[in-house]
């Protein structure tokens, strides 16, 4: 679940200088774009050029106890990001080459942010994407559709993943399948309790069916 994808950073630093982004227009604008960018654009994928710097704690919780809290602070302009966790503090600079040192706390941060702003993903990383079809979701059982994003089986921290997102007719993801490249592992969870942060819709809590796993994000600012 973990990509290290080098699209990611570009697409940041493509995102950050270029104006015409600012040119973009709503899915209501433009019924022409495709579902994967209407699903980005409807979660404020425009606005993203305009921030500065995001900080959030990353939670997960598993029958009511806490098993991960990450406190993380990004600097968008420069991709300078620190990791408070465990009252250790750890920073680094996001580059083509990482130092084997800088892994740890690498892997954890394309992890959480992962979570954080996946529908910008659908347009930053070399995904590829099922064309949508009418689904029954696995949790709330009820018909929506359904788009496959599916990774490459070569680079990444956990290359070939895949999920099926679930999302309503306002192109809002409302529940997805994580699937791993090897067949062993398979988690459905919610997408709920999204707020708004400039602009910036995120889903602050992900659920399972029994409630028994619970990842959640707090303390989220957006500058």
Not at 154 to 172: A, L
Request: negative net charge; aromatic residues 14%; proline residues 3%.
């Amino acid at each position: 679940m973990k990509k290290l994808l080098l699209t990611f950073l570009a697409g940041i630093a493509l995102i950050s200088c270029n104006e015409d982004k600012k040119k973009e227009v709503t899915p209501e604008e433009n019924p022409n774009l495709d579902v994967h960018e209407k699903i980005a654009m409807v979660n404020g994928f425009k606005e993203f050029d305009s921030i500065k710097k995001i900080k959030f704690t990353f939670n997960v919780k598993v029958n009511d106890s806490i098993r991960s809290e990450r406190r993380w602070n990004w600097n968008v302009g420069t991709n300078k990001i620190s990791l408070t966790e465990n009252d250790s503090v750890m920073s680094y600079t996001r580059k083509d080459s990482l130092a084997e040192n800088k892994k740890y706390i690498d892997q954890r941060f394309v992890n959480d942010s992962y979570w954080l702003l996946f529908p910008f993903q659908l347009k930053w990383s070399l995904a590829d994407l099922s064309e949508p079809k009418k689904a029954t979701a696995p949790i709330s059982g009820d018909e929506m559709q359904m788009l496959t994003v599916s990774y490459p089986k070569d680079g990444g921290y956990t290359p070939g993943d895949s999920y099926d997102i679930y999302f309503d007719d306002e192109f809002m993801i409302r529940e997805w399948v994580y699937k791993s490249s090897d067949g062993g592992r398979e988690m459905a969870t919610t997408w709920e309790d999204y707020k708004d942060f400039k602009g910036i819709k995120i889903a602050t809590m992900h659920k399972s069916k029994d409630d028994s796993f619970e990842l959640f994000f707090d303390d989220i600012t957006v500058e």
